[in-house]
């Protein structure tokens, strides 16, 4: 399929978002599948090369994309925002991102699970604020263990009510 103009062999993860369309995260950037085919787009090409680990497309239409290395990033038509530890996120790298319904985002990464509101992550992508609150979960909270599991997707998920992320200790 790299002949197709996938970015990279190897697939971490893949979202059919609301409009049909497809978004393949690799180890070497992100594709765009439209209409059966890879799509060259603004944010295409602004995350070439880079480690992408999971996709997660809010009730609003915001898709966020978690990386290795480099932080979260925010996705909207004609916007792209990258969120860091610069801004209050304990890692940048992102294994998994779930919506609790509450208004809250949470991200697992190397160094626990975290909570973030969703309008507080749209605030500093907008420019509206500088910094993030976010509660980390530590290694009293999380299984024994604040190191999360994020080899294989998905990383996470939300199942009757409750969210599930994986660590090293199961």
């Not at 439209?34 to 090369?49: F, K, M, Y």
């Not at 309008?119 to 993030?132: C, F, I, M, T």
């Amino acid at each position: 399929y790299l002949d197709d103009g996938l970015v990279y062999a190897s697939v971490r993860v893949v979202l059919r978002n609301r409009a049909g369309d497809l978004w393949i995260g690799t180890d070497g950037g992100i594709n765009l599948v439209h209409g059966g085919e890879i799509v060259a787009s603004p944010v295409t090409d602004r995350l070439r090369n880079e480690k992408v680990r999971t996709i997660y497309e809010d009730a609003d239409g915001i898709t966020w994309i978690g990386t290795r290395g480099g932080g979260v990033i925010r996705v909207m038509p004609g916007r792209i925002f990258r969120i860091t530890m610069r801004e209050g996120l304990p890692d940048n790298t992102i294994f998994q991102i779930l919506d609790d319904d509450a208004g809250y985002l949470w991200m697992s990464s190397p160094r626990g699970v975290w909570r973030v509101r969703r309008s507080e992550l749209n605030a500093v992508a907008e420019g509206r604020a500088d910094s993030l609150d976010v509660l980390l979960y530590d290694t009293s909270d999380v299984a024994g263990t604040n190191r999360m599991s994020g080899m294989g997707q998905p990383a996470g998920c939300k199942a009757n009510g409750l969210l599930w992320f994986p660590s090293i200790h199961g």
